[in-house]
């Protein structure tokens, strides 16, 4: 009996329909695999055709081809190497399926379905799949093969491999269970897990309990960048041996893809299995999913080493936050062949990370690719790169070269800008070498105050009652300028909206609103504040930054950002974010209670008054922010459902479209809110 294995794990950055590219992807994969002298590659789920085809999963005529494609990647898969890989599976019954199919050299030699389907935060794979029942197995043809589809386990010469898919790992009554008592060896986990702050400690935890708990061989892998347009996938890959980690990998990767590889004692982790063996079926024939495989493993390497037990360091949140919002944005400007991004800076926070960030992304996008391929894939959005001078630094190269073709800023001056802004706006535009401009709108607003004063002669705007309207002018202009620079240039235009303003609506539609993607639209206020901090006096760590002779990527202009109470310019008094709403800390508890924990008003003070930090503010000012807050959110839906895309990077999301939907016309919570502060007021007397 074989006592090792050599597992690989590959993350993919597919693109949604793009089958050709996605296979190109997978080749190169199977080929570093090899080289690796793998006996068994994994890939992540739903990565042939991609994972977000969302609707195009209805597509019958498109998903009939599909098993041919499998047939084709086979012909890739060497001899005594075995590939799994995500497809859909759509059956003759008209039910289609979230699957894996198990390749050898010219052969799909089994189809395992996925049970459990994801239908929360962001997931609505029910919209699509049908799950499948556990226990059962059919046959099918597949591509002109006979092939056993369902819920398998696969004997391979005495190897015994299962698979959990994804979500299947995250359900209590996860298939792990039953994997354990057919005396599985291997339990392999393709997934497409989105990526979200803290959301890695979870997949650790499974992956290392699947381990223990079934005597078995876990290995992880998931998809890698921002494949569809909002979610942004990690690229995570692990492998547990007898309940320890023996392989973690660097997330976040700017690579296409990323293959690595363990060795793995099968026969620790069978003598683990015989600690508790006593659920165990001695069954071994197909009625039970058990698969026999006519497949020749490679002859054991004897003198190979195993992979040790390894450690992985607790992520920093800001450093995964930029990590994961820079590989989005360079994903954006390179699947969709444009030149870059154009960025109304303001000199406030929000502009300056969005700015710093596609700074960012370039700087790593190099490093991982190099300057060749780096330069190849800019020309491909119509930017001609100049050759490198003699003696030129790369950073250099790319600051006074590249930024000013990849990145063009604008800071739009008001009768109410102040020269803290616009000095701050210069100074970073010029740290990251962006191409800037500076111009003034009031022309164009006067323009647009006389239009209505003309109308009205006897009756002109003004601040007293007219508040809202004046400054959402101001906002407005600045649109079509900017537009106009992305249009000419070929740039797509970011907005620069937060999740804690976004979901209060606390932006201008058509302004500062307007944008072809929100970078930070799934970021809080007071992180987006913290990040500005990070990044000037520690720095982004970078991937490979000895090419470039640093270990972070430091922002010294950041200091006149951070040095500033966040502010709209929009009115001729004083005006601050934070005194238009309330603290953004106590914003940003109350969003993350309220769509997490999805409970009312009333549920939501009860939560804060037993939160310490929350506390201090007393029973009478939470519930006033508390109203404050469900005020804003329920008008405002409006706003969130044509807010520009943006990345998944907290827990929680102010998209619609992806995360939480809620009525554009309610009741705005009236009751709730009326019984909130009626609990509120019965708390006096215990005060």
Same mark, same amino acid.
């Given at each position: 009996?074989?006592?090792?294995?050599?597992?690989?794990?590959?993350?993919?950055?597919?693109?949604?329909?793009?089958?050709? *590219?996605?296979?190109?992807?997978?080749?190169?994969?199977?080929?570093?695999?090899?080289?690796?002298?793998?006996d068994l590659l994994l890939m992540p789920e739903l990565s042939l055709t991609g994972y977000g085809c969302e609707d195009m999963f209805f597509a019958a005529d498109w998903l009939e081809g599909v098993p041919e494609d499998l047939l084709t990647l086979s012909r890739?898969?060497?001899?005594?190497?075995?590939?799994?890989?995500?497809?859909?599976?759509?059956?003759?019954?008209?039910?289609?399926?979230?699957?894996?199919?198990?390749?050898?050299?010219?052969?799909?030699? *089994?189809?395992?379905?996925?049970?459990?389907?994801?239908?929360?935060?962001?997931? !609505?794979?029910?919209?699509?799949?049908?799950?499948?029942?556990?226990?059962?197995?059919?046959?099918?043809?597949?591509?002109?093969?006979?092939v056993p589809v369902g819920d398998l386990v696969f004997d391979v010469q005495g190897v015994r491999l299962g698979f959990e898919i994804c979500e299947d790992s995250w359900v209590a009554a996860r298939p792990g269970r039953k994997l354990y008592e057919r005396q599985?060896?291997?339990?392999?986990?393709?997934?497409?897990?989105?990526?979200?702050?803290?959301?890695?400690?979870?997949?650790?935890?499974?992956?290392?309990?699947?381990?223990?708990?079934?005597?078995?061989?876990?290995?992880?892998?998931?998809?890698?960048?921002?494949? $569809?347009?909002?979610?942004?996938?990690?690229?995570?890959?692990?492998? #547990?041996?007898?309940?320890? +980690?023996?392989?973690?990998?660097?997330? +976040?990767?700017?690579?296409?893809?990323?293959?690595? @590889? #363990?060795?793995? /004692?099968?026969?620790?982790?069978?003598?683990?299995?015989?600690?508790?063996?006593?659920?165990?079926?001695?069954?071994?024939?197909?009625?039970? *999913?058990?698969?026999?495989?006519?497949?020749?493993?490679?002859?054991?390497?004897?003198?190979?080493? +195993? @992979?040790?037990?390894?450690?992985?360091?607790?992520?920093?949140a800001h450093e995964v936050a930029c990590r994961a919002v820079a590989l989005g944005l360079w994903d954006w400007q390179r699947k969709t062949y444009t030149g870059g991004y154009a960025l109304s800076l303001s000199g406030g926070a929000d502009s300056a990370l969005?700015?710093?960030?596609?700074?960012? $992304?370039?700087?790593?996008?190099?490093?991982?690719?190099?300057?060749?391929?780096?330069?190849?894939?800019? #020309?491909?959005?119509?930017?001609?790169?100049?050759? =490198?001078?003699?003696?030129?630094?790369?950073?250099?190269?790319?600051?006074?070269?590249?930024?000013?073709?990849?990145?063009?800023?604008?800071?739009?001056?008001?009768?109410?800008?102040?020269?803290?802004?616009?000095?701050?706006?210069?100074?970073?535009?010029?740290?990251?070498?962006?191409?800037?401009?500076?111009?003034?709108? @009031?022309?164009?607003?006067?323009?647009?105050?006389?239009?209505?004063?003309?109308?009205?002669?006897?009756?002109?705007?003004?601040?007293?009652?007219?508040?809202?309207?004046?400054?959402?002018?101001?906002?407005?202009?600045?649109?079509?300028?900017?537009?106009?620079?992305?249009? =000419? !240039?070929?740039?797509?235009?970011?907005?620069?909206?937060?999740?804690?303003?976004?979901?209060?609506?606390?932006?201008?539609?058509?302004?500062?609103? @307007?944008?072809?993607?929100?970078?930070?639209?799934?970021?809080?206020?007071? =992180?987006?504040?913290?990040?500005?901090? !990070?990044?000037?006096?520690?720095?982004?760590?970078?991937?490979?930054?000895?090419?470039?002779?640093?270990?972070?990527?430091?922002?010294?202009?950041?200091?006149?950002?951070?040095?500033?109470?966040?502010?709209?310019?929009?009115?001729?008094?004083?005006?601050?974010?934070?005194?238009?709403?309330?603290?953004?800390?106590?914003? /940003?508890?109350?969003?993350?209670?309220?769509?997490?924990?999805?409970?009312?008003?009333?549920?939501?003070?009860?939560?804060?008054?037993?939160?310490?930090?929350?506390?201090?503010?007393?029973?009478?000012?939470?519930?006033?922010?508390?109203?404050?807050?469900?005020?804003?959110?329920? =008008?405002?839906?409006?706003?969130?459902?044509?807010?520009?895309?943006?990345?998944?990077?907290?827990?929680?999301?102010?998209?619609?479209?992806?995360?939480?939907?809620?009525?554009?016309?309610?009741?705005?919570?009236?009751?709730?809110?009326?019984?909130?502060?009626?609990?509120?007021?019965?708390?006096?007397?215990?005060?």
């Amino acid at each position: 009996m074989r006592h090792t294995l050599t597992l690989a794990t590959a993350c993919i950055n597919t693109t949604p329909l793009d089958i050709d *590219g996605n296979l190109s992807l997978m080749r190169e994969a199977i080929a570093e695999a090899k080289a690796q002298q793998a006996d068994l590659l994994l890939m992540p789920e739903l990565s042939l055709t991609g994972y977000g085809c969302e609707d195009m999963f209805f597509a019958a005529d498109w998903l009939e081809g599909v098993p041919e494609d499998l047939l084709t990647l086979s012909r890739s898969v060497p001899a005594q190497m075995l590939v799994a890989v995500g497809f859909p599976l759509l059956i003759s019954g008209g039910q289609l399926y979230n699957a894996v199919a198990l390749l050898a050299s010219n052969r799909i030699l *089994g189809v395992v379905c996925k049970q459990h389907l994801a239908r929360n935060g962001i997931h !609505y794979e029910p919209r699509w799949f049908t799950p499948w029942p556990a226990g059962q197995v059919v046959q099918l043809t597949l591509a002109g093969q006979r092939v056993p589809v369902g819920d398998l386990v696969f004997d391979v010469q005495g190897v015994r491999l299962g698979f959990e898919i994804c979500e299947d790992s995250w359900v209590a009554a996860r298939p792990g269970r039953k994997l354990y008592e057919r005396q599985v060896d291997v339990i392999l986990n393709p997934s497409a897990s989105h990526f979200a702050l803290g959301k890695q400690q979870a997949r650790r935890h499974f992956v290392l309990e699947g381990s223990r708990a079934c005597g078995a061989v876990y290995a992880y892998t998931n998809l890698l960048g921002c494949e $569809a347009g909002r979610a942004v996938y990690d690229g995570d890959a692990m492998i #547990a041996s007898n309940g320890e +980690l023996v392989l973690a990998t660097d997330r +976040l990767s700017f690579a296409p893809w990323q293959v690595h @590889s #363990a060795c793995v /004692d099968l026969a620790v982790n069978r003598a683990q299995r015989l600690l508790s063996s006593q659920a165990m079926q001695p069954a071994c024939d197909d009625a039970d *999913g058990i698969h026999q495989v006519e497949f020749a493993w490679a002859p054991e390497r004897h003198l190979q080493p +195993l @992979s040790q037990a390894c450690q992985v360091a607790v992520e920093d949140a800001h450093e995964v936050a930029c990590r994961a919002v820079a590989l989005g944005l360079w994903d954006w400007q390179r699947k969709t062949y444009t030149g870059g991004y154009a960025l109304s800076l303001s000199g406030g926070a929000d502009s300056a990370l969005c700015g710093a960030l596609v700074y960012f $992304a370039q700087v790593q996008a190099l490093l991982s690719l190099g300057e060749a391929a780096y330069a190849a894939t800019l #020309a491909r959005g119509r930017i001609q790169l100049p050759a =490198r001078a003699a003696g030129q630094s790369q950073l250099d190269w790319l600051h006074q070269a590249v930024m000013p073709q990849v990145l063009c800023t604008v800071y739009q001056g008001s009768d109410f800008s102040g020269s803290v802004t616009r000095s701050a706006a210069a100074g970073l535009a010029a740290a990251v070498g962006a191409a800037h401009y500076d111009w003034s709108i @009031s022309e164009l607003v006067a323009g647009y105050l006389k239009l209505i004063n003309d109308l009205t002669p006897d009756d002109p705007l003004n601040w007293q009652r007219d508040d809202l309207a004046l400054q959402n002018i101001q906002a407005r202009v600045r649109a079509p300028g900017v537009w106009l620079l992305a249009n =000419r !240039y070929n740039k797509l235009l970011i907005a620069t909206s937060n999740l804690s303003e976004a979901s209060v609506g606390y932006c201008t539609m058509d302004g500062d609103t @307007s944008g072809v993607l929100s970078p930070i639209g799934g970021i809080s206020k007071s =992180r987006v504040l913290e990040i500005n901090r !990070y990044i000037l006096e520690q720095g982004i760590p970078l991937q490979d930054g000895q090419a470039l002779g640093l270990d972070r990527l430091r922002l010294p202009a950041m200091e006149a950002i951070v040095h500033q109470a966040p502010t709209a310019e929009l009115r001729p008094v004083e005006q601050t974010d934070e005194g238009d709403l309330m603290p953004f800390v106590v914003l /940003d508890t109350i969003r993350r209670i309220s769509q997490t924990r999805h409970v009312t008003p009333k549920g939501v003070l009860q939560i804060l008054l037993r939160t310490p930090s929350m506390q201090a503010h007393g029973v009478g000012q939470l519930a006033a922010w508390i109203e404050r807050y469900y005020g804003l959110y329920c =008008r405002n839906q409006w706003k969130r459902e044509r807010i520009a895309v943006s990345f998944h990077i907290e827990s929680d999301s102010a998209d619609p479209k992806t995360y939480r939907r809620f009525p554009v016309l309610s009741s705005q919570l009236k009751r709730e809110l009326v019984q909130m502060r009626a609990f509120a007021d019965s708390l006096a007397g215990e005060r």
